[in-house]
Structures are given as C-alpha cells and as structure tokens.
Nanobody
Framework: QVQLVESGGGLVQPGGSLRLSCGAS????????MGWYRQAPGKQRELVAE???????KYGDNVKGRFTISVDNAKNMMYLQMNSLKPDDTAVYYC?????????????WGQGTQVTVSS
C-alpha cells in the first residue's frame, strides 16, 4: 500500500509558475513509475508527466517544454514544476504511483490538488 499526498496547487495568472509536490508513504525505490495526471471538468483524466525507476521521463504533448517532473529519492518526494501556465492547464492534478506486477500493475492515487490559471 502506498499513500500519496499532493500539495502546492492554487490560483495563478496566465504565464505564471507553480510547483506541485507529492509525498509518498513508501520508498520511491519500491515504485516502478511515478507520475502526474490531471482532470479538467467534463474531460477525461490525462497524463501530464511520468518518470520511471530507471529515470526515463514522458510528458503529455500539451505540457512539453513547460513542465518538468523530478523526484527526490531521499525524501520520497516527487515534484512537478509548471511554467508558462495557460488557462487550459486548469484542472485537478493527481499524483500517481504504479507498481508493476506479473500480468498487470497496481495504481495508487493521491487526493488531488486544484490548479486554477486565470487572470
């Protein structure tokens, strides 16, 4: 079982920056993939960014070049630095931890943190 707690959301003007944080109750070394997802009203949850245990990263097309995912293994923390924010980035952002299993995987989710980009 992995518990995840996000923080850092809020209201920001277009063009501004925010940094989201996600604390994990288990060692990040025990997690195969960690990521950020977001869900806007009326839309499906979508991948924002993920990082594998090996260090490989993947970003959603809408955030490439603006967002950066990182992890601090010593603190069991994951971060999402968001720059050049746009109104379309408004959503609830969720922290995800994925453990791979034979034939599948286990997903753990945080409670979400609201990000609102508006003037």
């Amino acid at each position: 079982q992995v518990q995840l707690v996000e923080s850092g959301g809020g209201l920001v003007q277009p063009g501004g920056s925010l940094r989201l944080s996600c604390g994990a109750s288990a060692s990040i070394f025990s997690i195969d993939v960690m990521g950020w997802y977001r869900q806007a009203p009326g839309k499906q949850r979508e991948l924002v960014a993920e990082v594998s245990k090996a260090g490989g990263t993947k970003y959603g097309d809408n955030v490439k070049g603006r967002f950066t995912i990182s992890v601090d293994n010593a603190k069991n923390m994951m971060y999402l630095q968001m720059n050049s924010l746009k109104p379309d980035d408004t959503a609830v952002y969720y922290c995800n931890a994925r453990k791979l299993r034979v034939g599948g995987y286990l997903d753990y989710w945080g409670q979400g943190t609201q990000v609102t980009v508006s003037s």
